[in-house]
């Protein structure tokens, strides 16, 4: 049986997790705070702890953790995936990361006789429950082949980049895109009720319009509602906008658009909303307290 050592049972990584279980595979867990794995060891899923631990053995490692500074400690670290992985695994790491980490965990997988690919995700919980994610893959193409049962396991679509760093691009490219638009769908709102329009008829005819999209139709009902439970925390968001600026200044590319935004979404989270949904970034601009959930 092919074993997936599988690192960060948080909300994207959870059902993540469950899906490459429920497709066959002989699943193994680890995350730093124990209490998440619970649900993992009553079902009989081997939970470890440390991922080097989760490695050992292993013919692939899935991991998905909030930032680089989180992936060198579970992929470089003394207790992490590489102090434990053999030849020959593939490490497919769905984290939100920088090109400049994926490359840095690529060249030390590659040391060690691994494979390591940036292959992180588009979608939120719904879609990583329902097997809807779309993975952006950078690394060999080889392993990304190799890995193509753990893609289609947990997702609908999966895309090879090119080399190292370039699905960690591509998915900052996205983030940015998306944290944009709920700025600007948040603006939308502030407008539609300040003019007192009426809310359904106004998000039927703006989802219809040429802006309509997943996003639209997910996060124009959250803020009208006032519920900002986080399908994608906000903290995140502002610092994949934090990512993407570091990109684009590496590339000497002027970026004023995703500069503003960047600005509007580190003053939400300084404002103690990082925990919230991204689309708690109205708050933030309509002066608004959160309701007590």
């Not at 939120?124 to 193509?148: D, I, T």
Request: proline fraction near 5%; hydrophobic fraction near 50%; glycine fraction near 10%.
């Amino acid at each position: 049986m092919t074993t997936v050592a599988f690192i960060g049972l948080g909300a994207m990584g959870a059902p993540m997790a469950w899906n490459l279980h429920a497709a066959g595979l002989g699943l193994r867990v680890h995350n730093r705070a124990r209490a998440r794995a619970h649900p993992f060891a009553e079902r009989g899923v081997p939970v470890f702890d440390s991922p080097a631990q989760a490695a050992r053995g292993a013919d692939f490692v899935v991991s998905i953790v909030s930032d680089d500074e989180a992936t060198r400690a579970v992929m470089l670290g003394p207790e992490g995936v590489l102090a434990g992985a053999r030849e020959g695994t593939v490490i497919v790491d769905s984290s939100t990361n920088t090109p400049a980490m994926a490359r840095e965990a690529a060249a030390a997988a590659s040391a060690r006789g691994c494979a390591y690919l940036d292959a992180p995700v588009s979608g939120s919980v719904a879609q990583a429950k329902g097997r809807e994610l779309v993975f952006m893959v950078g690394g060999e193409p080889q392993a990304c082949e190799r890995a193509r049962p753990l893609f289609e396991a947990m997702g609908r679509m999966h895309r090879h980049m090119g080399a190292s760093g370039a699905g960690a691009t591509v998915k900052l490219i996205n983030n940015m895109l998306s944290g944009t638009m709920n700025a600007a769908v948040a603006e939308a709102m502030m407008v539609v009720e300040a003019a007192g329009l009426d809310r359904g008829a106004a998000q039927e005819i703006l989802n219809e319009g040429a802006a309509g999209s997943r996003l639209t139709r997910t996060k124009m009902p959250k803020i009208l509602g006032r519920d900002f439970a986080p399908q994608f925390q906000l903290a995140l968001m502002e610092k994949d906008l934090r990512y993407f600026l570091s990109l684009a200044q590496a590339l000497d590319l002027p970026v004023p658009v995703a500069s503003a935004v960047r600005t509007q979404f580190q003053a939400a989270r300084r404002a103690d909303l990082g925990s919230l949904d991204a689309s708690a970034i109205f708050l933030h601009l309509a002066g608004e307290k959160p309701r007590p959930r």
